[in-house]
């Protein structure tokens, strides 16, 4: 097991210098689009770094058979749940310690119009989706069609408002692939954003293999493994991406990296699920949805009552995914 941890504690450097590789890129990526710092982090960060994960839940859907048709689903509402809990909690966690150490003011420095569109919009897709379970297959379809397009509509808004914003007074690296390139070509910041996004899932997949290894050796049930682990596993990683910019003070990309995941997650995903699966809900999954959705819709209120966000609010919705475990431990 020593062997394991140590190849866990490589797997997480690996990620972290995806992570640092990725977000280096796409902040080029988003200078050459001129974008402003909501659509690099709701749409292309978020994208990005949700796509490695995603492909869990198609795998399993597309394997067939029940067992693997409850993996599939219950995958697809782990990530959302994941990222409004545990993501947002962590990303809270780091912005205080921050903010402890340098005295600096605790208010996160947020663009709160896309913190709240992006909210909002997860708050009526996800809603959507999960009541969605309790309809006939011709319903399933319809509500399908509509989380696609809805997604294509907030993709379409996020970028229109988005482009001419770019923010020149934030002083870029230089691109990792062309140190000595003031203004590097968009093929050497495509190449380095793909480049990073396969060191990203390399680093993913040592790290699910090893943490499975892990939680059997020290006899942890299948339960907690299927329920808790192995989303951890697959979600948190890439969200090492929303930590770096943190550390850097770029809380709207930080941020928007995880409500842009969480908007993706409800809409895109859950309509592949809709439209390959039977799509019926158990109560730990509807559950989950409902924990998701409480958490969100705390920092939405928070978001329109005062226009601001604080890290201390981001850290209660840890409280929702510590709800969730109770109730896995207690079902054990």
């Known amino acids: 097991m020593f062997v394991d941890i140590l190849w866990l504690v490589l797997s997480l450097a690996i990620i972290l210098a995806g992570a640092e590789l990725f977000t280096n890129g796409v902040e080029w990526l988003g200078k050459k689009l001129n974008l402003g710092e909501g659509a690099i982090g709701s749409v292309l960060a978020a994208v990005g770094t949700a796509l490695p994960e995603t492909l869990i839940p198609l795998i399993a859907i597309f394997r067939g058979g029940e067992d693997s048709l409850h993996v599939g689903i219950g995958a697809i509402l782990g990530a959302p749940f994941m990222l409004v809990t545990l993501a947002m909690f962590l990303t809270g966690l780091t912005a205080l310690i921050v903010r402890l150490r340098k005295r600096q003011v605790k208010t996160l420095n947020l663009d709160t119009v896309v913190m709240s569109r992006d909210i909002g919009f997860f708050i009526i897709v996800y809603t959507v989706a999960i009541l969605a379970s309790f309809l006939t297959r011709p319903g399933k379809i319809v509500v399908a069609v509509f989380l696609v397009g809805a997604y294509v509509f907030y993709v379409y808004r996020t970028v229109r ?16 692939l062309l140190r000595n390139s003031p203004n590097p070509p968009m093929g050497a910041i495509t190449l380095q954003i793909l480049a990073a996004l396969g060191v990203i899932v390399l680093g993913a997949h040592i790290f699910i293999g090893n943490v499975t290894v892990v939680a059997a050796a020290l006899g942890m049930p299948a339960l907690w493994l299927s329920l808790i682990v192995t989303p951890i596993a697959t979600e948190l990683p890439e969200k ?15 941020l928007g990296n995880i409500t842009g995941a969480m908007v993706f997650q409800s809409s895109l995903i859950p309509a592949i699920g809709l439209l390959m699966t039977p799509w019926k809900l158990e109560a730990l999954g509807l559950l989950s949805a409902a924990l998701a959705l409480s958490a969100a819709i705390w920092l939405y209120f928070c ?25 896995v431990v207690t079902q054990l």
């Open 303 to 327: 978001l329109r009552r005062s226009r601001k966000l604080m890290p201390g609010q981001l850290i209660v919705c840890g409280l929702f995914y510590l709800m969730f475990i109770v109730v």
């Open 240 to 254: 090492f991406n929303s930590i770096l910019w943190v550390l850097r003070g770029q809380d709207t990309l930080a």
């Open 161 to 176: 408002s988005s482009v001419g914003q770019h923010d020149q007074t934030h002083q870029l690296k230089s691109l990792y």
